[in-house]
């Protein structure tokens, strides 16, 4: 069956865009330096990158009693919500709360255990290095095991005030932190 020129056109540059829409979701295997991060938070050996997110949102805190001290009061982390983007600025996922989940646009996701965190330095989220569960539905997240927290930008509690009267308060603050995920060799 003989298909018009200019649906053969289409038909490869829907292809096209598939493909490198693809291409953008994955990342590469690059080798990501794990000597300038703390060792507490470096993914194990034998394990190679497979995407590499940057991803941008907000950290929302609630102003709570604080549970072993009756009468004084702390911000607590409520939870997040993020864009994630590839290296180019395009959206490929996002990232959301409780419990931490990462979610790609291809409809796969995933969840972690925290490991081990690491200052980022003043007013920076930690470093922080999680262990993944099985994810969610076939695509890139499929096989990942480790998830990396790095190159962090704010995020922590607010400096308002959050005291006994203030309790309920939500506020939340910005951040960026570039997210990579890693699969076994």
Sequence with gaps: MKLHPTL????????????????????????????????????????????????SGE?????????????????????????????????????????????????????GTQVAVAPAGAGNLPYQLVKANPAIGPGALMGVSYIQRVALKGGVAPGSECSISTQGRREQVTYQADYIFWKPL
């Design 8 to 55: 053969n056109l289409i038909t490869l540059a829907s292809a096209a865009t598939l493909l490198g829409a693809c291409a953008s979701m994955m990342g590469g295997g690059a080798a990501h330096s794990q000597a300038s991060l703390p060792e507490s938070v470096q993914v194990p050996a034998g394990h190679r990158v497979a995407w590499e997110t940057a991803g």
């Design 59 to 111: 950290i929302t805190y609630e102003c709570r009693e604080k549970a072993a001290m009756p009468g004084q009061a702390e911000w607590v982390f409520v939870g997040p919500r993020a864009v994630l983007k590839d290296r180019s600025g395009q959206s490929v996922g996002r990232y959301y709360g409780p419990p931490a989940t990462w979610e790609a646009q291809d409809g796969s996701r995933l969840t």
